[in-house]
Protein backbone atom coordinates (compact mmCIF):
# COMPACT_ATOMS: atom_id res chain seq x y z
CA UNK A 1 0.00 0.00 0.00
CA UNK A 2 1.24 3.46 -0.80
CA UNK A 3 -0.45 6.46 0.41
CA UNK A 4 0.24 10.02 -0.94
CA UNK A 5 0.18 13.42 0.42
CA UNK A 6 0.20 16.63 -1.98
CA UNK A 7 1.05 19.80 -0.44
CA UNK A 8 2.05 23.10 -2.04
CA UNK A 9 -1.09 24.35 -3.12
CA UNK A 10 -2.74 27.63 -2.89
CA UNK A 11 -3.79 31.15 -4.15
CA UNK A 12 -1.78 32.25 -6.53
CA UNK A 13 -1.78 35.74 -9.20
CA UNK A 14 -1.49 34.91 -12.84
CA UNK A 15 1.91 35.06 -14.16
CA UNK A 16 3.04 33.63 -10.81
CA UNK A 17 4.72 30.51 -9.78
CA UNK A 18 3.88 27.37 -7.18
CA UNK A 19 5.71 24.44 -6.29
CA UNK A 20 3.56 21.20 -5.59
CA UNK A 21 5.23 18.75 -3.04
CA UNK A 22 3.57 15.08 -3.06
CA UNK A 23 4.69 12.98 -0.23
CA UNK A 24 4.61 9.41 -0.31
CA UNK A 25 4.82 6.42 2.68
CA UNK A 26 6.44 2.99 2.09
CA UNK A 27 10.15 2.11 1.19
CA UNK A 28 9.27 1.16 -2.81
CA UNK A 29 8.82 4.74 -3.70
CA UNK A 30 11.26 4.61 -6.34
CA UNK A 31 9.81 1.54 -8.07
CA UNK A 32 7.19 3.80 -9.11
CA UNK A 33 6.22 6.13 -11.80
CA UNK A 34 4.46 9.02 -10.22
CA UNK A 35 2.14 11.34 -12.52
CA UNK A 36 0.30 14.60 -11.85
CA UNK A 37 -3.26 14.98 -12.83
CA UNK A 38 -5.64 17.93 -12.39
CA UNK A 39 -9.62 18.25 -12.50
CA UNK A 40 -11.13 21.52 -12.72
CA UNK A 41 -14.71 22.31 -11.74
CA UNK A 42 -17.31 20.68 -13.73
CA UNK A 43 -13.97 19.05 -15.92
CA UNK A 44 -12.66 15.37 -16.34
CA UNK A 45 -9.32 14.85 -14.44
CA UNK A 46 -7.05 15.27 -17.13
CA UNK A 47 -2.85 14.65 -17.38
CA UNK A 48 -0.45 16.72 -16.53
CA UNK A 49 2.82 15.51 -16.25
CA UNK A 50 4.60 11.94 -15.43
CA UNK A 51 8.06 10.97 -14.59
CA UNK A 52 9.69 7.64 -14.56
CA UNK A 53 10.78 5.54 -11.60
CA UNK A 54 14.25 6.50 -12.75
CA UNK A 55 13.42 9.72 -13.29
CA UNK A 56 15.29 9.28 -16.80
CA UNK A 57 11.74 9.55 -18.71
CA UNK A 58 9.26 12.78 -18.25
CA UNK A 59 6.38 13.53 -20.09
CA UNK A 60 3.70 17.23 -19.64
CA UNK A 61 0.78 17.56 -21.31
CA UNK A 62 0.98 20.45 -24.12
CA UNK A 63 -0.79 23.03 -22.51
CA UNK A 64 1.53 23.14 -19.73
CA UNK A 65 4.96 22.40 -21.40
CA UNK A 66 7.45 25.19 -21.04
CA UNK A 67 5.57 26.32 -17.81
CA UNK A 68 5.59 22.85 -15.40
CA UNK A 69 8.60 21.05 -14.42
CA UNK A 70 8.32 17.21 -12.74
CA UNK A 71 10.89 16.17 -10.77
CA UNK A 72 11.41 13.31 -8.19
CA UNK A 73 13.74 13.18 -4.93
CA UNK A 74 13.47 9.43 -4.32
CA UNK A 75 15.67 9.55 -1.43
CA UNK A 76 13.05 11.58 0.16
CA UNK A 77 10.30 9.59 -1.59
CA UNK A 78 8.45 12.99 -2.95
CA UNK A 79 7.74 13.82 -6.37
CA UNK A 80 7.00 17.50 -7.19
CA UNK A 81 5.55 19.44 -9.61
CA UNK A 82 7.20 22.99 -10.52
CA UNK A 83 4.67 25.41 -11.92
CA UNK A 84 5.83 28.57 -13.15
CA UNK A 85 3.26 31.63 -15.49
CA UNK A 86 0.68 30.21 -14.13
CA UNK A 87 -2.60 30.72 -16.54
CA UNK A 88 -5.98 31.29 -15.17
CA UNK A 89 -6.70 28.10 -16.81
CA UNK A 90 -4.39 26.35 -14.59
CA UNK A 91 -7.06 26.67 -11.58
CA UNK A 92 -7.74 23.09 -10.29
CA UNK A 93 -7.48 20.49 -7.65
CA UNK A 94 -3.99 18.52 -8.54
CA UNK A 95 -3.52 15.18 -7.72
CA UNK A 96 -0.10 13.14 -7.59
CA UNK A 97 -1.39 9.18 -8.56
CA UNK A 98 1.72 6.35 -8.67
CA UNK A 99 1.62 3.04 -10.77
CA UNK A 100 4.43 -0.31 -10.67
CA UNK A 101 6.91 1.37 -13.01
CA UNK A 102 6.67 -0.04 -16.23
CA UNK A 103 8.27 0.50 -19.95
CA UNK A 104 6.50 3.45 -20.86
CA UNK A 105 4.55 6.24 -19.13
CA UNK A 106 0.91 6.97 -19.04
CA UNK A 107 -0.97 9.62 -19.22
CA UNK A 108 -4.47 7.62 -18.31
CA UNK A 109 -5.65 8.20 -14.77
CA UNK A 110 -7.24 4.83 -14.58
CA UNK A 111 -3.87 2.86 -14.67
CA UNK A 112 -2.95 4.57 -11.59
CA UNK A 113 -3.13 2.57 -8.67
CA UNK A 114 -2.47 4.76 -5.88
CA UNK A 115 -4.05 8.74 -5.39
CA UNK A 116 -3.08 11.69 -3.35
CA UNK A 117 -6.34 13.65 -1.80
CA UNK A 118 -5.51 16.67 -3.84
CA UNK A 119 -4.53 20.01 -3.46
CA UNK A 120 -6.55 23.16 -4.49
CA UNK A 121 -4.76 25.75 -6.77
CA UNK A 122 -6.20 28.76 -7.90
CA UNK A 123 -4.94 31.27 -10.41
CA UNK A 124 -6.30 34.71 -9.99
CA UNK A 125 -5.99 37.68 -12.25
Known amino acids: QVQLVESGGGLVQAGGSLRLSCATS????????MGWFRQAPGKEREFVAA????????EVVDSVKGRFTISRDNAKNTVYLEMDSLKLEDTAVYYC??????????????????WGQGTQVTVSS
Open 51 to 58: ISWSADVT
Open 26 to 33: GRTFSRYD
Open 97 to 114: AARGGASRLFRTAIVYDY
